[in-house]
């Protein structure tokens, strides 16, 4: 697979609070083998305060790693698609809330935008979920997004079986990897793994 070194990445991030430690590091990574990294935020991720750290400190750590001020309004991102476009669009964490607002065509936040824009140019996006929903409710907008042309997902599964067997999760681990096949538009397999166990 080819290298990612000058490829201009979008990396957004949406409100999945306790899967920040797991992301971060993947961005220092994508910098690291050479990518431009450009971040995008949701308002929730921005402004909310949990047991996993301030908003603003994880917005402040990101923009540290990437040298980029974040992206975290509709207007600053819709650039993202005519005037200076993406090589490749992140989404992850990707909430349940925001992918049936992505599969069901709204665009009410920063990363959404960035993700349409992307798609609109014929550029891979990628997708790392990480919801409580997917083999629930969500499920349908889940294999909505997989069966979608210029979409494609770090390998997921469930990551808590027993106590949340709905739930599932990216194995964010393997995000680069996953990049790197979607600029050759293709799905790095096997796309479901065995989450819980890593």
């Known amino acids: 697979m080819g290298s990612l070194q000058g490829k201009r990445i979008g990396f957004g991030i949406s409100g999945s609070h306790c899967t920040y430690a797991e992301v971060v590091p993947q961005v220092e990574k994508l910098v690291s083998l050479g990518a431009e990294v450009v971040p995008v935020v949701t308002g929730n991720v921005k402004n909310t305060d949990t047991r996993f750290g301030k908003g603003k400190d994880w917005v402040s750590k990101v923009e540290e790693i990437t040298g980029q001020p974040i992206i975290d309004s509709i207007v600053a991102a819709e650039p993202l698609g005519p005037k200076t476009p993406l090589d490749c669009m992140v989404i992850a964490p990707l909430t349940g809330n925001s992918m049936s607002k992505f599969a069901n065509a709204m665009t009410d936040n920063a990363v ?16 790392g979920i990480s919801t409580n ?3 629930g409710l969500n499920g349908m907008n889940l294999m909505r997004l997989m069966a979608t042309k210029n979409i494609f997902f ?4 469930q990551d808590d079986p027993e106590k949340k067997p ?10 680069a990897e996953t990049i790197e096949a979607a600029l ?3 799905q790095i397999q096997p796309v479901i793994v065995e989450k819980y166990l890593d």
């Open 112 to 127: 959404l935008m960035a993700a349409k824009a992307t798609l609109r140019n014929q550029k891979p996006v990628v997708l």
């Open 133 to 135: 929903d997917a083999l």
């Open 154 to 157: 770090i390998p997921f599964g």
């Open 166 to 175: 709905n739930s599932m999760v990216a194995r964010m681990t393997m995000l």
């Open 184 to 186: 050759e538009y293709k």
